[in-house]
């Protein structure tokens, strides 16, 4: 199929006639490509260059992360990328880096990423994920981009980490419906911290009449009935090591034998297991089977916590008031709601979030804005946004790492107000009047930050080699 929402870019020194060569191997190809603008509104980019420089990570930089566009860096040079450029570019925001001289086919290695992308992100811009794993930050459409491709286009078994309340259970059921081969079928949950290890063979595995007390009769367990279909296995780190032991052949040979029976019972089916446990550090302590864990952990999906994405807190506010209020338009938050739902702690992540506004929603009355009122008398007495702690571990550990690659505290600290500075912009669409404001700087200085950046782009550390 034609691409036409794609833009080119040439970096560095370039000479025509190759540039030329390569637009036309482009279009021979079906990609219909525009020169980058910064306005013309392309899901997908292509930044051809000879050497990697301080100018290209820059422009990668302010382009591979806007808006979640996909860039391919492809190098035009005659002699190979070491690795360590490879890693600095895709840290930098390229989606790929290809090499002209290396590739066989280019142009269709290029399509072909370009295909499955525009694949991706279709069913990321449709109804069923966007009416249900709400979230425009970047950090969740990135997750989401990783769940809808492993659920559309493998049969990976998959391992769902992350905290309480971040939609684990939700993401399990986005990955049966995309599997065009299981969908149909049926998605068996299991919750493991409700099995009981007495009756845990027949909760998995089913059971014969007569094979213990109390079996009058012949019951399917959770593999037969997942047969052709799904099985969630929900807080899996829970499993004694006993019964993962038991588990194992299963998941490897995909047959079973019910409780009281010699005979071994086929079963295909997709397993998703779930977590807001270390898996791996219980492997270390002995708690979970090596074996096991690479068993159900092909693919790994990480649900960021709220807390990585602040920006999703209004839009999963607003959402949540649609639902509860199903029959009519509902009503608006003033700016003091706003701020407050913005920079309060969600331990609980999107259900603790969800379970406010619902109790907001029932204190609120009449037909205008959600206000300060409107919160629970608890909510205001425990609130002590003044006191509380912004520096995450993960800023920490950026900080830390900095320091393990040499970084001095000048580069640190313009790499800071580079990322406060983009990151402000951003919220503001790129309206450096608001962005001034929401930093504390003058508009001027602003400015003049964007336009030295330009001129003098922060070099990218350099990342080890693996």
Known sequence: MALTSVWHQFSG??????????????????????AFTGENG?????????????????????????????????????????????????????????????????????????????????????????????????????????????????????????????????????????????????????DCTTIVSELSGSEFFGHERGAFTGAVAP?????ALADGGTLFLDEVGELPPTLQAELLRVVQERTYKRVGSNDWRPSDFRLICATNRDLLEQERRGEFRRDFYHRIAAWVCHLPPLASRVEDILILAQHFLKKLYPNEDPPEMDDAVRDYLVQRAYPGNVRELYQLVRRIACTHVGRGPITAGDLPASERLRCT???????????QAS?????????????????????????????????????AKKLGINE???????????????????????
Not at 385 to 395: T, Y
Not at 423 to 433: M, V
């Open 42 to 190: 392309c899901k997908f980019g292509l930044v051809f260059f000879e050497a990697p420089d301080p100018t290209l990570y820059c422009f990668l930089r302010e382009t591979g992360r806007r808006e979640m566009q996909r860039v391919i860096a492809v190098s035009t040079g005659g002699s190979r990328l070491p690795n360590e450029a490879i890693w600095s570019l895709l840290s930098a925001g390229a989606s790929d880096v290809l090499s002209l001289t290396a590739s066989k086919d280019l142009a269709g290695e290029i399509t072909a990423r370009f295909e499955r992308w525009q694949s991706i992100d279709e069913v990321v811009s449709s109804p069923l994920v966007r009416n249900n794993l709400v979230g425009r930050s970047s950090v969740w459409i990135e997750t989401i981009r990783q769940i809808v491709e492993v659920g559309r286009f493998t049969d990976l078994p998959v391992l769902i980490t992350g905290e309480s309340g971040t939609g684990k259970e939700m993401v399990a059921r986005l990955i049966h419906t995309l599997d065009g081969q299981r969908s149909k079928r049926n998605l068996v949950v299991l």
């Open 219 to 223: 019951r399917d367990g959770a593999f």
């Open 399 to 435: 900080i830390r790492r900095a320091l393990m690659l040499g970084l001095s505290l000048k580069e640190i600290t313009d790499a800071t107000i580079e990322t406060a500075e983009t990151l402000a912009l951003g919220e503001a669409n790129d309206n450096t009047s608001r962005a």
């Open 444 to 466: 001027r200085t602003l400015q003049m930050h964007r336009a030295s950046r330009r001129q003098h782009p922060i070099a990218p550390a350099r990342i080890p080699a693996p």
């Open 385 to 395: 946004l003044a006191d509380e702690e912004w520096r995450s571990e993960d800023f």
């Open 13 to 34: 020194r370039i000479d025509a006639g190759t540039q030329e060569t390569l637009l036309e191997m482009l279009s021979t190809a079906g990609i219909k490509s525009v």
